[in-house]
């Protein structure tokens, strides 16, 4: 549906430089742009590459200026990209009904306006909110609860007494609820521990393809509100997450750890179980956490350290082979 520049400039309160009756038919970076698309710039870089474009009119923000180009100014031209996409490029919409080859206990409760496809199935006693969407192939274990405009990617699966909350996002192949990593060693051989919580999900999480969160012992496993959790990610059992986590690709998060608001751990970092993670920390790629950190840290490192500390550690382990150098050439001086 084409827009024109005005109408983006009011849908983001921002502001016309140039013609305003100006019609945009797409958004497209500036490398493929197209007479009639709109591109955005953040940088200087990317405003240069977007002036030499094709495209028709710049989202930026508010320092840039152009003489051949409708810009539309705003605070922060990233933010404002994430809004305007959905107008170009909107979410596809799934009518309410059950698929014939879906699969609901006599004792589900489906709300009419939920989207339920084909192959689904959905458990004793599990109730589907408002304009929820499973999109094919999902399974819902027996006395799930999934609140409104939850939306399962094809292939999720939500073992029995998972809770989610409004607007949650589970991205396909993901598995909420499976059985807790717990063994004690009895006799000689690993004896289960009964895995009888659950894992409750709250409000505006979205989780990514293939991710693992165990339920709980005992009590449950929570994810807090607004945290994103990226492809790969293994959360293992009691594990309570503050609201506004971000987990990158293949992170992992080991059994009965605590972790506050707003922290952050990238690609690959490991945390070993029962620590306390403050709020604000900041885990840096592939480090491996073995103890608890406080309010507003960011560690680095295997084993991770304060990054200041593992900075020097970094530099020093990169003058080593120079150092190993001059102790052999003090050593051959020296017999």
Same mark, same amino acid.
Request: hydrophobic share 40%; aromatic share 6%; proline share 5%.
């Given at each position: 549906?084409?827009?024109?520049?005005?109408?983006?400039?009011?849908?983001?309160?921002?502001?016309?430089?140039?013609?305003? &009756?100006?019609? =945009?038919?797409?958004? +497209?970076? @500036?490398?493929? #742009?197209?007479?009639?698309? /709109?591109?955005?710039?953040?940088? %200087?870089?990317?405003?240069?590459?977007?002036?030499?474009?094709?495209?028709?009119?710049?989202?930026?923000?508010?320092?840039?200026?152009?003489? &051949?180009?409708? =810009?539309?100014?705003? +605070?922060? @031209?990233?933010? #404002?990209?994430?809004?305007? /996409?959905?107008?170009?490029?909107? %979410?596809?919409?799934?009518?309410?009904?059950?698929?014939?080859?879906?699969?609901?206990?006599?004792?589900?409760?489906?709300?009419?306006?939920?989207?339920?496809?084909?192959?689904?199935?959905?458990?004793?006693?599990?109730?589907?909110?408002?304009?929820?969407?499973?999109?094919?192939?999902?399974?819902?274990?027996?006395?799930?609860?999934?609140?409104?405009?939850?939306?399962?990617?094809?292939?999720?699966?939500?073992?029995?007494?998972?809770?989610?909350?409004?607007?949650v996002r589970i991205?396909?192949?993901?598995?909420?609820?499976?059985?807790?990593?717990?063994?004690?060693?009895d006799q000689g051989?690993?004896?289960?521990?009964?895995?009888?919580?659950?894992?409750?999900?709250?409000?505006?999480?979205?989780?990514?393809?293939?991710?693992?969160?165990?339920?709980?012992?005992?009590?449950?496993?929570?994810?807090?509100?607004?945290?994103?959790?990226?492809?790969?990610?293994?959360?293992?059992?009691?594990?309570?997450?503050?609201?506004?986590?971000?987990?990158?690709?293949?992170?992992?998060?080991?059994?009965?750890?605590?972790?506050?608001?707003?922290?952050?751990?990238?690609?690959?970092?490991?945390?070993?179980?029962?620590?306390?993670?403050?709020?604000?920390?900041?885990?840096?790629?592939?480090?491996?956490?073995?103890?608890?950190?406080?309010?507003?840290?960011?560690?680095?490192?295997?084993?991770?350290?304060?990054?200041?500390?593992?900075?020097?550690?970094?530099?020093?382990?990169?003058?080593?082979?120079?150092?190993?150098?001059?102790?052999?050439?003090?050593?051959?001086?020296?017999?």
């Amino acid at each position: 549906m084409p827009y024109t520049a005005a109408d983006i400039a009011r849908q983001l309160d921002g502001e016309i430089s140039g013609e305003g &009756s100006l019609l =945009l038919t797409g958004f +497209a970076p @500036a490398d493929t #742009a197209r007479t009639g698309d /709109l591109t955005f710039a953040e940088n %200087e870089d990317y405003f240069a590459r977007a002036e030499r474009s094709a495209a028709s009119a710049i989202l930026v923000s508010n320092r840039f200026t152009s003489s &051949s180009k409708v =810009l539309i100014r705003v +605070a922060n @031209a990233r933010v #404002a990209f994430a809004k305007v /996409l959905p107008l170009f490029f909107p %979410e596809p919409k799934f009518a309410a009904g059950v698929h014939p080859t879906a699969q609901l206990a006599a004792t589900a409760q489906v709300h009419p306006t939920a989207h339920i496809g084909p192959l689904c199935v959905v458990g004793e006693r599990a109730k589907v909110g408002p304009r929820a969407v499973l999109e094919g192939g999902d399974h819902v274990g027996a006395d799930c609860d999934l609140a409104a405009d939850v939306h399962l990617s094809p292939n999720v699966v939500l073992y029995p007494r998972t809770q989610l909350g409004q607007r949650v996002r589970i991205h396909a192949g993901t598995v909420i609820g499976s059985d807790g990593f717990g063994y004690v060693f009895d006799q000689g051989r690993h004896l289960k521990v009964p895995q009888s919580g659950n894992v409750i999900i709250q409000d505006d999480v979205e989780i990514g393809a293939n991710v693992a969160i165990d339920r709980a012992t005992l009590g449950a496993t929570v994810i807090g509100q607004g945290t994103k959790i990226d492809n790969l990610v293994q959360v293992g059992h009691n594990v309570e997450l503050g609201p506004h986590c971000l987990l990158c690709g293949q992170a992992g998060i080991a059994g009965s750890t605590k972790v506050g608001s707003y922290v952050t751990l990238a690609g690959q970092a490991g945390v070993a179980g029962h620590l306390n993670l403050g709020n604000q920390v900041t885990i840096g790629a592939q480090a491996g956490v073995m103890h608890s950190i406080p309010d507003g840290e960011k560690w680095l490192g295997t084993p991770a350290q304060p990054d200041r500390r593992m900075k020097r550690v970094f530099i020093a382990l990169q003058r080593l082979p120079e150092l190993l150098h001059r102790v052999h050439e003090l050593e051959k001086r020296l017999r």
